[in-house]
T-cell receptor, first 117, second 112 residues
């Protein structure tokens, strides 16, 4: 149980275009989802926290107009990188939590490798 | 704020060697503590967890004990295998289920 999927696993896009990444909790309802960015050989950097039905809370320094997060249902959150540029190339990982279960544990997706050319 | 400090890597061991990766934390209250493992090109997988002082988390031969007196959660394995080569992250989550804090990760390479 507690499986989180991400789609796509890899995406290459041209500079200036937008890319949408989906994060789904497959067998549980995720009241909270997190979006992380990971640079090579580095730890995870939290970008934003999204709660179902409300606006995402962005971390300091993360441009909310560039990284659009939508958590429209209890099983789906999306991250849209708008007007992508090469510096947005990175590994994006989502995680989901269901405090309703009584646990603070996060379940991570497999990640999405974004390359902007 | 909360913080997690992990032993710097990389760590290189021979197969069947004993592994310790140190992790200490700073947090208010009583956080839950986690170890995650990340294989190349993949997301994080939960390795083990402990939710209160003196709890021992264990999985696949790995163990870690929540030590509140030393604010530590060191990861150990008695005999590592080549397949254990990965990056290991120590993390904490506050009891109120807020944001998690991750260590910088420790790269483990096990040689045959």
């Amino acid at each position: 149980g507690a499986v989180v999927s991400q789609h796509p696993s890899r995406v290459i896009c041209k500079s200036g275009t937008s890319v949408k990444i989906e994060c789904r909790s497959l067998d549980f309802q995720a009241t909270t989802m997190f979006w992380y960015r990971q640079f090579p050989k580095q730890s995870l950097m939290l970008m934003a926290t999204s709660n179902e039905g409300s606006k995402a809370t962005y971390e300091q320094g993360v441009e909310k107009d560039k990284f659009l997060i939508n958590h429209a249902s209890l099983t789906l959150s999306t991250l849209t990188v708008t007007s992508a540029h090469p510096e947005d190339s990175s590994f994006y990982i989502c995680s989901a939590r269901s405090p309703l279960s009584g646990s603070v544990e996060q379940y991570f997706g497999p990640g999405t490798r974004l390359t902007v050319t | 704020g909360d913080s997690v400090t992990q032993m710097e890597g990389p760590v290189t061991l021979s197969e069947e060697a004993f592994l310790t990766i140190n992790c200490t934390y700073t947090a208010t209250g009583y956080p839950s503590l986690f170890w995650y493992v990340q294989y190349p090109g993949e997301g994080l997988q939960l390795l083990l967890k402990a939710t209160k002082a003196d709890d021992k988390g264990s999985n696949k031969g790995f163990e870690a004990t929540y030590r509140k007196e030393t604010t530590s959660f060191h990861l150990e394995k008695g005999s590592v295998q080549v397949s254990d080569s990965a990056v290991y992250f120590c993390a904490l989550t506050p009891s109120h289920a807020g944001k998690s804090t991750f260590g910088d990760g420790t790269t483990l390479t096990v040689k045959p």
